[in-house]
């Protein structure tokens, strides 16, 4: 088993940056994906990719062995 690879974890960081306009839904995404509010509300006043980037580092999502 491995961690999500982190050309993978780039990908998911640029979809939050580009896919998603206002931050707002990109907030209502990470609720439905249950990510803690804690790490949502956070960094929340950072631009859309240092903020996807600080959830994702900051998640055990990112540290889980996966396969």
């Not at 993978?8 to 249950?34: A, L, N, P």
């Not at 990510?35 to 889980?64: C, G, M, Q, R, T």
Request: charged letters at 25%.
């Amino acid at each position: 088993m491995s961690t999500i690879p982190f050309e993978i974890q780039q990908q998911v960081i640029q979809c939050f940056g580009k896919c998603f306009y206002y931050k707002d839904t990109v907030e209502t995404f990470m609720r439905s994906c249950e990510v803690p509010d804690d790490l949502i509300y956070k960094d929340k006043e950072k631009p859309k990719f240092v903020w996807a980037k600080n959830v994702l580092n900051n998640s055990s999502f990112a540290h889980k062995k996966i396969g």
